[in-house]
């Protein structure tokens, strides 16, 4: 039996209708549905139930023509969910009737093979499909975030290489602190980024075990071949108690813990460029295609991107602290708060991928004013530190040597002028330690060239850092999508929110 029209069947009602003599009122089963949230499973969904039905043929639980009824028919609903219309040439869409995506998939699928369609949820629950479903979408998701996170970080470090001699301001408490370089600022940055991958990885791995098989709580009575239908969806390893396979959602809670970081990673970055977007700083000048004007004030160029990426992070920690709330009193197993989940983890995710992506497009195409920041390192006492670090090394105790630069900072202020610009006098007042190269010692550029520490902000080790930056992005490239992955984000565009 084909059907690729409009689906009427009764094979549509609540796959739990049989218990009940009337059906759900119309605003109970728009209350309580998830198909707007997870219809954008819909591919894993078809891949599970492809696994499921092999590993039911295996073990003799149905027949080998079963089997491929029902992949013949799984594989053109995805067929059709990809192009959009079904073999003829109507448009196919999701029922958004339907309870969840799981009850439309296996009822379009009965509507189109038959009897064997009602065949493939045979040893499972919708418990353990849904865990499943999320497990599966999770890990492909995480490869999404991690390629476009590897991404900035390439571009950061690209950055980094340009302006590896170019001054800026270091500031501790919004105020000069040291000098560095624009290049040892951007990789701060990164590193950032890079610690995101490497939680985002660590999560990996435990989201990468399969629950099918649990059932609803109990696991099942019927011989299933768990680690069979685990390797065909290639799983690292299969969860060891059912109970705890269908009430667990650590994976989104660890995943929403991560996303919340790598967003106040992009809010602190955010932060620092609409500081430096000011005509106060004008460090960066944002491309005009990632900025804004005003409806009022002719002459604004606004960092609204910049702002919304900040302002974002509330709303992604908002939705991680709804799920770790959502799961703090529900007793095992399996309770309906869980269907909860998706709506504040996919809000998170696509909150954060989309501003990395933007993120990275407005720092690749950004002017720097190096010009501005290295004419801000010079005065504003950047350079005090270094006082300190020369009479060190002539042998001072470094408390002695404090109070030392203190008290020329204090001079300078007093005849408002700049630490150079002291008269060597002065400096002599001071210390007998001082000689004449003490003026060479506290240019700029010097207080950045000496500092050769690992992590410093010297030219060389900034190179070192760009190289460590371009080989983790470069070593640790993500798994390639297929193009057919690559398709789900159209296919979420063409039914999600639909």
Avoid at 35 to 64: N, P, Q
Avoid at 156 to 173: E, Q, R, V
Avoid at 370 to 389: H, P, Q, R, V, W
Wanted: charged letters at 25%; aromatic letters at 8%.
């Amino acid at each position: 039996m084909q059907n690729h029209g409009t689906i009427t069947s009764d094979n549509h009602a609540a796959l739990w209708h049989g218990r009940f003599k009337e059906g759900p009122d119309a605003a109970a089963v728009a209350f309580e549905t998830s198909i707007f949230d997870d219809m954008r499973m819909a591919m894993v969904d078809i891949e599970g139930s492809i696994a499921h039905a092999k590993m039911l043929s295996k073990t003799g639980l149905i027949s080998k023509q079963e089997e491929d009824s029902i992949v013949e028919g799984l594989l053109s609903i995805k067929k059709d969910l990809l192009n959009g219309k079904d073999a003829a040439g109507n448009p196919f869409k999701v029922d958004t009737s339907a309870e969840d995506i799981h009850s439309f998939i296996e009822a379009t699928l009965t509507d189109r093979i038959g009897e064997p369609g009602k065949k493939v949820h045979t040893g499972r629950s919708r418990n353990d499909q849904i865990a499943l479903d999320e497990r599966m979408y999770l890990k492909h998701q995480i490869k999404m975030l991690e390629k476009e996170l590897l991404n900035l970080v390439s571009v950061l470090a690209d950055l980094a290489a340009t302006y590896k001699n170019s001054l800026i301001p270091g500031f501790t408490h919004m105020q000069h602190a040291q000098p560095v370089t624009l290049g040892h600022h951007l990789c701060a940055w990164a590193w950032m980024f890079t610690r995101d991958i490497d939680r985002l990885r660590d999560a990996y791995k435990r989201i990468d075990v399969s629950p099918i098989g649990s059932c609803a709580l109990a696991g099942s009575g019927l011989p299933l071949d768990r680690q069979y239908e685990a390797d065909l969806l290639s799983f690292a390893a299969v969860s060891q108690n059912s109970l705890d396979s269908v009430s667990d959602r650590d994976y989104y809670l660890e995943t929403s813990s991560a996303l919340s970081l790598v967003q106040m990673h992009l809010s602190r970055a955010c932060e620092e460029i609409v500081l430096w977007s000011t005509t106060e700083f004008a460090f960066i000048e944002l491309s005009e295609k990632w900025s804004t004007g005003s409806s009022i004030m002719p002459q604004k160029k606004n960092p609204d991107f910049a702002e919304i990426i900040r302002g974002k992070t509330g709303r992604v920690y908002g939705d991680m602290i709804a799920l770790f709330t959502m799961m703090k009193g529900i007793p095992l197993s399996y309770d309906r708060d869980m269907q909860e989940d998706k709506s504040s983890f996919f809000d998170a995710y696509d909150t954060v991928i989309s501003s990395v992506r933007i993120f990275t497009q407005m720092v690749k195409t950004a002017k720097w004013n190096t010009e501005k920041m290295s004419e801000l390192c010079y005065g504003g006492f950047l350079n005090a530190t270094d006082i300190a670090d020369y009479l060190v090394r002539k042998g001072m105790p470094f408390r002695t040597a404090h109070g030392v630069s203190a008290r020329l900072v204090r001079s300078a202020i007093d005849n408002n002028c700049k630490l150079e610009d002291l008269p060597f006098d002065a400096y002599i007042k001071e210390s007998d330690l001082f000689e004449k190269d003490i003026f060479n010692v506290i240019l700029p550029e010097q207080c950045v060239a000496i500092r050769k520490t690992i992590g410093g902000p010297a030219p060389e080790m900034v190179e070192k850092q760009i190289e460590a930056l371009k080989t983790f992005a470069s070593s640790n490239k993500s798994e390639d999508l297929s193009s057919e992955e690559d398709d789900w984000d159209l296919i979420f565009e063409n039914y999600y929110n639909k």
